[in-house]
């Protein structure tokens, strides 16, 4: 089993990121904390998914030479999926973000359940 590890530690990293981040997502009540794990967990995936699309020995789908053999190059998905994920990641993160400003600025508070409970009164007063 050591061994195994030790050949795929990408995929062992990937795992172990993914489940920091998942952690964090589950127990941590702090908004900004459950932004930081989300992150972590698409770090997680990010590294999943280009260390699944890289094959030792083969190079960039650019052709050189003449050689159009497809055994000679890597799949370019991948890295193509990883690229679009961190820009959508980025996105959902600086939405996430300015909804917990708003949410902090109306409530004082980044813990979400004292935002449940403000909000509940502040429904029940109307």
Do not use: C, W
């Not at 195994?4 to 995929?11: D, H, R, V």
């Amino acid at each position: 089993m050591i061994e195994t590890l030790a050949i795929n530690y990408e995929e062992a990293a990937a795992i172990i990121l993914f489940g920091i981040g998942f952690t964090m997502l589950l127990f941590h009540r702090n908004l900004i904390k459950k932004l930081i794990g989300m992150n972590i967990m698409d770090t997680g995936v990010f590294l999943f998914l280009a260390s699944m699309g890289y094959i030792e020995g083969r190079k960039a789908p650019i052709i050189v030479n003449g050689v159009q053999d497809t055994a000679a190059y890597i799949n370019p998905v991948p890295a193509g999926l990883v690229l679009t994920g961190i820009v959508v990641s980025v996105s959902v993160t600086a939405i996430s973000l300015s909804l917990t400003a708003i949410l902090y600025r109306r409530y004082r508070t980044l813990d979400l359940d004292e935002i449940y409970e403000l909000s509940r009164h502040q429904t029940e007063d109307r």
